[in-house]
């Protein structure tokens, strides 16, 4: 393919994507395929000879869009979103184009530069204490990461780094095992798994704290906890708290929670990576309140902020708590505008080397929308929950299982746990709606998160139709 044809290539591209997302809810929104239908429709060895691209094409409506679940469909309403905007889609083909490997300032200038202007830009909106922006001369900053699960694990592993070098202050002759097995971090119950896996990762114990009937976790158990922790022998090092929670959009009282983990050196991280974006709104921003107690606080544009995955920041209040557990300095890594004081390089922030130039995506969205954009965004997917809420409410036989807060509706057919499987998995099998379930304090709870750009009023309509005419036929079974 040379530059001619990828001009013409390149404009029937993007015709056939603004094609397909102007369609999308002419799609059946979950797949009906079984495992392993791919593989008989492809061969099963790369071709010899190149292909042609008209055929490759077709392949794409043959062989990948059957097994597709359609996340922008404005009958998805699963998991949380997946971020999309034509936007972030334009600036992720410059990215693809430019095709540098940002490791370090010197390996592209303005892919780091402009990442941490973006973060500094993001931090702002969402009115951040000063620490947390880099600045020219701030002590914090931000990254990008690649998920949630990365900070935490970040987070984490830089936690572990600086409650060590603490112990071997006062105690040198302790080795670093010897402090690993006595390290000991917390998580709300309700926390995503990733959070588990990262202790799984560092090698370090993790206590589930029990959460209130809010499905937050309160200082005072935290403190009960910690505490007995201590007397044990154990080492209390970190507490990741949830803004947001997956279930049920939960919000862990970090006012209370942050306080215990500034008095007990514990390091506290905010994973807030659905829930976050929200916070841009200022009727939202009091969520965020407890934040100054925070070392590293998350959140995913990714989700909700209309940046196409992937793309989750990340903050720390003092950026050498986390170069100093990564920085590793081989001779072609180095440059001479590393130590001037005003660059970074964020290879020592991130897990992998290489890195994509992710902040364009921030860029063109933040440059795009305004910030008024991206708050009317926020506002309306709200407004659509909230309007599921009362469709819910209004029908004796639902009840909702936790409160409305932002995108989410958990909600349950009253009656057994068996009785809202069943009609779960009516829905799946009917193709027309996507949802997912959680488990909320025993009880079995269906999820109906606003997730597509497009969804509008007369999507919520369509789908409560679907789901009550579902349960009127669940209902007229015998056993019923």
């Known amino acids: ?13 993007v015709d056939y994507v603004a094609d397909y997302l102007e369609n999308i809810e002419q799609r059946p929104v979950y797949p009906d395929v079984e495992p392993g239908y791919l593989r008989s429709l492809i061969p099963t060895e790369a071709p010899m000879e190149p292909e042609n691209y008209d055929d490759i094409i077709r392949d ?10 359609h996340w922008h469909s404005p009958y998805f309403y699963a998991y949380y979103p997946a971020a999309s905007s034509y936007p972030a889609m334009l600036a992720d083909m410059l990215c693809g184009a430019i095709g540098c490997i940002g490791f ?4 592209s200038p303005a892919c780091t530069e402009l990442e941490t202007v973006m973060l500094d830009w993001f931090g702002k909106m969402l009115q951040l204490p000063e620490c947390f922006i880099a600045g020219t001369h701030g002590h914090g900053g931000g990254v990008i990461q690649g998920t949630a699960s990365e900070a935490t694990l970040m987070s984490l592993l830089a936690a572990r780094c600086k409650a060590v070098r603490w112990v071997q202050a006062s105690n040198p002759k302790k080795s670093e095992a010897e402090i690993f097995s006595k390290l000991v971090a917390y998580t709300s119950e309700q926390a995503h798994s990733s959070v588990e896996r990262a202790a799984l990762i560092g090698g370090v114990m993790m206590r589930k704290v029990p959460t209130d009937n809010c499905f937050a976790v309160r200082g005072d158990i935290l403190k009960e906890m910690v505490e007995k922790d201590k007397a044990a022998g154990l080492i209390p090092f970190y507490f990741c708290a949830t803004l947001g929670t997956t279930p049920s959009c939960g919000f862990d009282s970090i006012t209370e929670l942050g306080p215990i983990c500034n ?13 976050g974006s929200a916070f841009i709104c200022p009727e939202f921003r009091p969520l965020l309140n ?15 902020l209309l940046v196409n995955f992937d793309c989750s920041t990340m ?5 050498a708590d986390i170069i100093g557990a990564f920085k590793m300095e081989p001779l072609y890594l ?49 407004a659509l929950a909230k309007e599921f809420e009362s469709l819910v409410r209004a029908d004796k036989r639902f009840e909702i299982c936790a409160e409305v807060i932002l995108g989410l509706v958990c909600f349950r057919l009253k009656g057994s746990n068996e009785l809202n499987q069943k009609l779960l998995k009516m829905i799946t099998k009917s193709r027309e709606i996507h949802l997912v379930p959680c488990q909320l304090s025993g009880r079995f709870v269906l999820r109906f998160a606003i997730c597509a750009r497009a969804t509008e009023s007369r999507h919520i309509q369509q789908a409560w139709q ?9 209902l007229q079974e015998p056993n019923h």
């Open 1 to 13: 393919m040379d530059a001619a044809e990828f001009r013409r290539r390149g404009r029937e591209m």
């Open 60 to 69: 794409v409506e043959r062989v990948i869009m059957p097994g597709v679940t």
């Open 104 to 107: 370090s300032w010197a390996a």
């Open 263 to 275: 008095g007990e050196n514990m390091w506290m991280h905010i994973d807030a990576a659905y829930a």
């Open 290 to 304: 407890g934040v100054e107690f925070a070392d590293s606080f998350n959140l995913n544009p990714h989700k909700w």
């Open 315 to 319: 903050w720390v209040k003092n950026r």
């Open 334 to 382: 180095k440059h001479e505008n590393q130590e001037s004081g005003l660059v970074t390089d964020y290879r020592h922030w991130q897990i992998p080397l290489g890195r994509r130039f992710r902040s364009l995506k921030m860029w063109f969205v933040f440059r795009m929308y305004g910030l008024k954009g991206l708050q009317a965004h926020i506002r309306k997917q709200v």
């Open 466 to 474: 679907h789901i009550t005419q579902l349960t009127f036929e669940l």
